[in-house]
Structure formats: C-alpha cells, structure tokens
C-alpha cells in the first residue's frame, strides 16, 4: 500500500501561480518512493480524470499534456519522498480537483487506471 497526502491549492486569480505538493507517507513493504512513476491528474466537475503531468523514477524524463507545457512543472524530492507541481500563468480552464497518483508498474503513463493509488485531491480554482 502506499499512501499519499497532499497539500497546496486553493483559490487564485487568472495569471497566477499555486503549487501542489504530495507526500508519501508510506510506501508497500520492501518498497520505496524512489520505486514509484508519479504524476498528476485533474478532474473537473462531470468530467473524468485527465492527465496533467508525469515524471520518472529519478525525475529525469517528464511528460505534460499539451494545455499546461510551458506552464506546469512536475518534480520530485525521493529524500523527501515527495512530488509536487509548479502551476504558473493559471488559466480559469485550470480548475479542478487535482490529484496525486503513483504507480509501480512504470513510468510517465498519461492514463489513470495505471496508477493504482491516489491521494485525496486537492480543489484548484482559477477565477477569471
């Protein structure tokens, strides 16, 4: 099991900046962070889960979908067992729920059914 804890958020005008930060606060046994592709993923209302960015295991290779390239940075801290997303420029389309998934089958996977754990989400709203 592994379980991840945000933080970060909240409310912010169009042309801002937020950041997000998730934590995980315990990995499977005999695993590490370090063993995990991490990435984000946003939801807004009625809406599905959509990718948003991902990142590989020594946050090297990145991976964005093409609304956010050049504005979101996705990075890792495996000390701190730790990721987090730099959102700059925010655009109101930037609202929603975003959520931290991690996956031990591999690396910069854009679909969320490969990632089998999540944290809690955290409310992102970009006003106009």
């Known amino acids: 099991q592994v379980q991840l804890v945000q933080s970060g958020g909240g409310l912010m005008q169009a042309g801002g900046s937020l950041s997000l930060s998730c934590v995980a606060s315990s990995v499977a046994s005999g695993k590490i962070f370090d063993n995990y592709g991490m990435a984000w993923f946003r939801q807004a209302p009625g809406k599905e889960r959509e990718f948003i960015a991902a990142?590989?295991?020594?946050?090297?290779?990145?991976k964005y979908t093409d609304s956010v390239k050049g504005r979101f940075a996705i990075s890792r801290d495996n000390t701190k067992k730790t990721v987090f997303l730099q959102m700059n420029n925010l655009k109101p389309e930037d609202t929603g729920v975003y959520y931290c998934?991690?996956?031990?089958?591999?690396?910069?996977?854009?679909?969320?059914?490969?990632?089998?754990?999540w944290g809690q989400g955290t409310q992102v709203t970009v006003s106009s």
């Open positions: 998934g991690a996956s031990y089958t591999g690396v910069l996977f854009t679909t969320a059914s490969r990632y089998g754990y």
């Open positions: 990142i590989d295991l020594p946050g090297r290779r990145t």
